[in-house]
């Protein structure tokens, strides 16, 4: 971890000096008085606190021994996971909910509240000094983890009790400006995805159901009547990099969605693989996702740019259509709600997880059928509304993204000593008026696996004024 210039008055502790009772890691399976536990998912970890009601059922049996229990006031940290970012990963848990049983991939961490607020150690634990410790402590291998030992010889620079909660209560308030901008990006994101599924649903009369009454000059048929011939992929030795330069790609199934083709949502094929230059991606081309999770599950595209030497996968398939039929018209009523419907109810799949569904099966989907001069203006219209509304989702997800950074910065900013109150409010400087620390040798010897060890002032150094992202800056900016 870097070094930091922090206010007077600060330590530095590790995590294992301030816990008043020892880490305790959860089990893989648990047992209650009932012989079964709901068992918190890794997904329960969030920014927000501890998300208590998403759990496992299925966990327990005879046999697991007595299960950890997370109550409120815990704080629960993600010790094993595939990903960098969710490995480490804390949270603290909140009041309202019963107690739930830990995985064994998580940690149970109860601190001492005269040293260390456990609310703010939920900020500081989120903050870059505390990630840049677990990201170097982190093992290698597709599951990475945390030992018990690195967690507890975390460092973490501390103020005394009272300038925590002095921090907090900026917090808090800052935070809470900060979620209702959240709130606002979320539903604008929502309105761009429901200004999509309108520019989609516009191509379709209303028709709950196959074969209901059209309007004139419209008709109902197959969609094997309006296209002319389905292509497929194949499986190929990939690397997990994109292609560069001049080598072949193989696109992921993550190139087709929200109804734009993503390019660089590839892979490598490796060298010395048969490539089968017909499957390669031309502009023009619809393109349809044969096998995924049931959201994503037939999600189209009709591609508008392409990188060469792009093929299809053996999940993707290309629609071609008949001579008479408009492409943007076709691609545009792939995406409407009641094909999507009709896809999802022929699809198979021996997991929920991962479905698909035949050529046979895309075929004999029942369509309604627009004229050939309503098709060119039904899809020119939802074509020009689809590609507004991608251009609005880069605008939010950017906002988005910003507000990310903001609240890494109002975070690092707090948990280093740079962070003040509201302009026009008079702040108290931290100086030597300010209240100390406890007597620190009243626990230092009879702490959870301290060893005798004992804080430190925390060093000072020269810092890059530019290291840091400007968080006043990036709240005016949102």
Known sequence: MAELELPPGWVEMRLADVLRSPLASGRS?????????????????????????????????????????????????????????????GALVGGGFAPVALPSSMVRVQVRPEILHPEYLGHLWQSSQVREQLEAAAGGGRMRSLTMRVLQEVRLPLPPPVEQHRILDILRERLRR???GDEALRCAAAGVTLLQDAAHDALAPCCDAPFASLPPGWSWGRLGNVIKRIEAGRSLECNRRPAQGDEWGVIKTSAMTRGAFREAENKAVRAGARIDEGHEIRVGDILLCRANTPDHLGAAVQVAACRP?????????????????????????????????QISQRSRGTIASMQHISQDGLKNIPIPIAPPGEQERLGQRATAWTHGAQRLYPQVQMAQEKSEQLR????????????????????????????????????????????????????TADRDPNATIAAVQLELDL
Do not use: M
């Open 29 to 89: 399976r648990t047992s209650g008085a009932n012989g079964r536990w709901a068992v918190l998912r890794p997904t329960a970890l969030t920014l927000a606190g501890v998300d208590c009601r998403d759990v496992d059922e299925s966990v327990g049996g005879a046999g697991g021994g007595v299960p950890i229990l997370a109550c409120e006031g815990d704080f629960l940290i993600c010790r094993s996971a595939g990903t960098l970012d969710r490995l480490g990963r």
């Open 178 to 180: 900060l979620d209702r």
């Open 309 to 341: 030497r792009l093929l299809l996968s053996d999940k993707s398939l290309r629609l071609v259509p008949e001579q008479n039929i408009d492409g943007r018209w076709l691609a545009q009523l792939l995406a409407t709600s009641y094909v999507r419907t």
């Open 408 to 459: 890494r910065a109002l975070t690092d900013a707090a948990c280093t000593g740079r962070l003040v109150g509201p302009v026009g409010v008079d702040t108290p400087q931290q100086d030597s008026a300010l209240p100390d620390w406890p007597d620190l040798s009243l626990w230092a010897d009879d702490s959870v696996g301290r060893s005798g060890h004992r804080p430190a002032l925390w060093p």
